[in-house]
């Protein structure tokens, strides 16, 4: 399914430099602003003061797609089209999203990200605006417009929070990102049916064009966080062949692709199974996405704070599998499960298991990313993206075949495919250790 505020710069740091040669050196970059120490993590009250910004734009960049979904039946009535039509609409914005990503990556750290997530706000702005006429090509270019800015605008919240703070406190800062992104989807619906009660949903849009108007010319005009490393330009390829040499960063790729496509696969198909299992009609269902949904938002916030700790009783490549076994034996034994109580406790142990999977993965990415953290954090974008069509499309495929039992068996060898990914996530980090007094990442 982050701007940075008035916090602390960059604080003295190093920074991973990968040159064509594969070698490596360390850079330091000062500056006249202090920071917490590497070794105190900071609480989550005091970062979310100090990222206001990022975590105002994250929450913000979900909404458009938010209004889409829950008003589909009165906008698809404006647009003279049918509710099947308007809906693959989002398939739309879905391939907008994968293509601008996979293509921005390599250069969301060649410019200040502060400017690519105004840029990218801006024209979420534009994208609300145009979907407020309601018409069917306007709800067309509105969700591929959406898909195009979330592309570039998630990855590089997500980097500008975590270049705010040193050490472990950079990984929390990003798995704050994701932690509000997945509040947001839980709680968005509700607030923007309230205010769509007096106004419809188009004047949702134009409030939402407004708001994202607003924190765009808030972060465009707040003096990027200074890196190390963003001193030398180099080409479009040149940056490819250095994102490819990030630790760890085709296993934890293929983790990301094989998770989300289990888990927004299995989403794609859980109204349909509480029905047929339990004959739970739309309105009490609600409140078994709101479990799903809290439970995916507390595994992300509890995770991301004990992966980064300073000492973690589980380093986050083994916490990631613990979660992804987890997530294994949850999403077969609910397909499976006869009782209520059952299915809702696997269905919450099931979000935070991927709840888990995520916050590390981010951890992870941005831990070694070094100065390509955003580069990376935009490939992950982009290899969800991906996943989230190739779910639907097996799960579909399983479901046609033998039922639940067959859903059951796709999500369960997509997520067994992402335990053995993960099993070769410490090997891949193997040639690399965290040394100095910030833990950056360097050849042994």
Known sequence: ???????????????????SDHQCESERMTSTNDRAPAAALPGDLSMARAL???????????????????????IADAAGAGIAQMGGLRGLGGLASLVVGAAAAPLIDRWPRE????????????????????EFAAMAVFCFLVGAAMA??????????????????AGRAATLVTATQSLTAMLAAPVIALPAALWGWRGDLVAIAVLAAGLAAVLFRREPARR????????????????ARVPG?????????????????????????????????PGPFALVWTLSGASFFLGNLVVGRIANS????????????????AALCAVVGVFFTSTLPAALALTALLAASHATVAACVVTLLVRHGGTLRGSALA???????LGTFTGSALGALGLGLAGYPGAAAVFGAITAAAVVAALLVPRALGRFRDIGEHGSPEYR
Request: no cysteine.
């Open 115 to 134: 400017w690519s997530v105004a840029g990218s706000l801006g024209l979420l702005a534009v994208a609300s605006g145009v979907g407020a006429l309601g």
């Open 152 to 169: 570039v605008l998630a990855p590089a919240l997500g980097a500008i929070a975590a270049d705010r703070f040193d050490g472990p406190a």
């Open 52 to 74: 206001w910004p990022v975590l105002a734009a994250s929450a913000a960049g979900l909404l458009p797609y938010t209004v889409f979904s829950t008003f589909l039946v009165p």
């Open 310 to 325: 300073a000492r973690p009783w589980l380093p986050p490549e083994r916490l990631l599998l613990v979660g992804l076994l």
């Open 228 to 243: 190390p490393g963003t001193g030398e330009r180099v080409g479009y390829i040149a940056s490819l062949r250095a994102l």
């Open 249 to 281: 960063l085709a296993p934890l790729l293929a983790v990301a692709l094989l998770r989300t496509a289990a888990f927004m696969g299995y989403l794609s198909y859980l109204a349909a199974f509480y029905d047929t299992r339990f004959d739970l009609a």
């Open 379 to 385: 490939v992950n974008g982009a290899a969800m993206s």
């Open 1 to 19: 399914m982050s701007p940075a505020a008035a916090t602390p710069q960059e604080f003295p740091s190093r920074a991973l430099i990968v040159t």
